[in-house]
């Protein structure tokens, strides 16, 4: 895991920035944010996707 602030290079960034405005970009990086957070939930509560949990 790496919990730099930097760790997308400049060529990368300057590509999703020709497909993105700044609004879009933004919502695709809180998004994938999201998604990396429940995937790391299920792993933690040993979860398997698409299983209910019998609430």
């Known amino acids: 895991m790496n ?3 930097d760790t997308a290079p ?3 960034r300057g590509m ?7 609004q879009a ?3 695709l990086v809180l ?5 990396n957070m429940f995937n790391r939930i299920n792993v933690a ?3 398997i ?4 949990s019998g609430f």
Do not use: M
């Open 45 to 47: 509560t040993r979860q």
């Open 31 to 35: 998004w994938i944010a999201t998604t």
């Open 10 to 12: 400049n060529d990368i």
């Open 3 to 5: 919990d730099r602030f």
């Open 49 to 52: 996707p698409g299983e209910t």
């Open 25 to 27: 970009l933004s919502a």
């Open 16 to 22: 999703a920035r020709a497909h993105f405005d700044d």
